[in-house]
């Protein structure tokens, strides 16, 4: 199953205690802080990406990352269902591998870009290469969440993306069902929390949602941001 493991990441982050119900930690994060995304829309790919990356992975990174720059600059005139399934169909089509097998580290948060040059990931990368994705072509960060589940019946940690439109039911873009379902309907994930420009919520509580009243900085955040910005990204 391509599920990942993020224990490691919520203990970082500092809410899996309170995700397991004992309490609301000291210490909160801000994930992604309002208006840190903001990329230019004249471009996607910055000058010398794609070589770079064919240097470091081999000659079908710069193919895969060009796909990718195509599928988004296509879906800056699009809407909707439109934007959605064209964005989570391509990406589906990378392969699954653990942060393990792959990177060799117990957790680690690919760039979009590293995650389409090797043309794999886990669901971590999926999730952030999807939100970034509709991003560039024109979502608002608003309307979009990663959310953290527990993927049943196992109870195997997940991560998908949330894309919530206008007076609606959140969707879910996840790599393990390629089908883009009502979060209702997906009855064989368990919330945990989720997370956007405006802040961090907690989906496992009675009556809903939770929003966690502060939060700061998160270490695998700001370490992706900074090699998103590193590979020429306007964040």
């Given at each position: 199953m391509g599920t990942c493991?993020?224990?490691?990441?919520?203990?970082?982050?500092?809410?899996?205690?309170?995700?397991?119900?004992?309490?609301?930690?000291?210490?909160?994060?801000?994930?992604?802080?309002?208006?840190?995304?903001?990329?230019?829309?004249?471009?996607?790919?910055?000058?010398?990406l794609a070589e770079n990356m064919s240097t470091r992975y081999g000659a079908g990174a710069s193919e895969r990352l060009h796909r990718w720059e195509a599928v988004v600059l296509g879906e800056r005139g699009s809407h909707g269902a439109e934007r959605l399934g064209s964005v989570n169909r391509f990406l589906n089509?990378?392969?699954f591998v653990s942060d393990r097998e792959h990177w060799q580290l117990a957790d680690y948060w690919a760039t979009p870009a590293e995650f389409l040059a090797t043309g794999a990931g886990d669901c971590e990368d999926y999730a952030l290469a999807k939100l970034f994705s509709l991003y560039l072509a024109g979502t608002p960060l608003s309307r979009l969440r990663l959310m953290y589940v527990e993927a049943l019946p196992q109870g195997e940690p997940h991560m998908v993306l949330l894309y919530t439109p206008e007076g609606g039911e959140p969707l879910v873009l996840d790599n393990l069902n390629g089908e883009i379902l009502p979060?209702?309907?997906?009855?064989?994930?368990r919330p945990v929390y989720s997370f956007n420009g405006a802040g961090l919520?907690?989906?496992?509580?009675?009556?809903?949602?939770?929003?966690?009243p502060r939060?700061?900085?998160?270490?695998?955040?700001?370490?992706?941001?900074?090699?998103?910005?590193?590979?020429?990204?306007?964040?």
């Open positions: 493991s993020f224990y490691r990441l919520c203990s970082c982050l500092g809410v899996l205690r309170q995700a397991r119900g004992f309490g609301l930690p000291a210490v909160f994060c801000s994930l992604l802080a309002t208006g840190m995304l903001w990329a230019s829309r004249e471009a996607l790919l910055p000058a010398g089509r990378m392969t979060a209702s309907a997906r009855t064989d994930l919520w907690l989906n496992n509580q009675p009556g809903g949602e939770k929003p966690v939060y700061r900085g998160s270490r695998l955040w700001d370490n992706v941001v900074a090699r998103m910005r590193r590979e020429g990204f306007d964040l």
